[in-house]
């Protein structure tokens, strides 16, 4: 079915790095854009990250630039967060979601059940 | 960076009753690109409305968006009990995209 499956969250040092996947299954991974967003304990929903359905561009919200590294493996179907350097305000759990739309509007459509990321020494 | 303002923060309503949430945006928003969230606890995030007023595939039509320009509003015409949850707005301008923090809609 379709889908979003994220991992490799746990508990990370700070100042330390941590690789988070997102395996998509069910649709052609390629032809879309790929974000990932954050929403620490008790808090809101923050977007981090953005890439384009082919890689060409990328874009971070100001508080991870130069720390955090989204890519992505369309031969596996698979969007990748490389965080380094991380800080215990990182402590969230991370979501991938596929943005789509209709050739007027654009949203969110598809979310996975995300991955927790716990920054402490 | 386009701020959204989300009010109330906290709604309380019983079963039944209509819900309005406001969602104010610093600057003017493209309606293309506004929409609004509905997450449980322990849940991702689920699409209920794109495009200011569309609603997105089987979300019942009590939910209902409208606005424009920096003032958005979701209106639950009937709460039913597995409405009570929390609700975000979002939009997307210049490859920037921001959620309101949240209003939350609790049982009374």
């Known amino acids: 079915q379709v889908q979003l499956v994220e991992s490799g969250g746990g508990v990370v040092q700070p100042g330390r790095s941590l690789r988070l996947s997102c395996a998509a299954s069910g649709f052609t991974f390629s032809y879309y854009g790929m974000h990932w967003v954050r929403q620490a304990p008790g808090k809101g929903l923050e977007w981090v990250a953005v890439?384009?359905?082919?890689?060409?561009?990328?874009y971070y919200v100001d508080s991870v630039k130069g720390r955090f590294n989204i890519s992505r493996d369309n031969s596996k179907n698979t969007l990748y967060l490389q965080m380094n350097n991380v800080r215990a305000d990182d402590t969230a759990v991370y979501y991938c979601?596929?943005?789509?739309?209709?050739?007027?509007?654009?949203?969110?459509?598809?979310w996975g059940r995300g991955t927790l990321v716990t920054v402490s020494s | 960076e386009i701020v959204l303002t989300q009010s109330p923060g906290t709604l309380s309503l019983s079963p039944g009753e209509r819900a309005t949430l406001s969602c104010r945006a610093s600057?003017?928003?493209?309606?293309?690109?506004l929409a609004w969230y509905q997450q449980k606890p322990g849940q991702a995030p689920r699409l209920l409305i794109y495009?200011?007023?569309n609603r997105a595939t089987g979300i019942p039509d009590r939910f209902s968006g409208s606005g424009s320009g920096t003032d958005f509003t979701l209106t639950i015409s009937g709460l039913e009990p597995e409405d009570f949850a929390v609700y975000y707005c979002q939009q997307s301008v210049g490859s920037r995209w921001t959620f309101g923090q949240g209003t939350k809609v609790e049982i009374k």
């Open positions: 495009g200011v007023s």
């Open positions: 979601t596929r943005w789509t739309g209709d050739e007027i509007n654009w949203y969110f459509d598809l």
């Open positions: 600057q003017s928003v493209s309606s293309s690109y």
């Open positions: 890439i384009w359905y082919d890689g060409s561009n990328e």
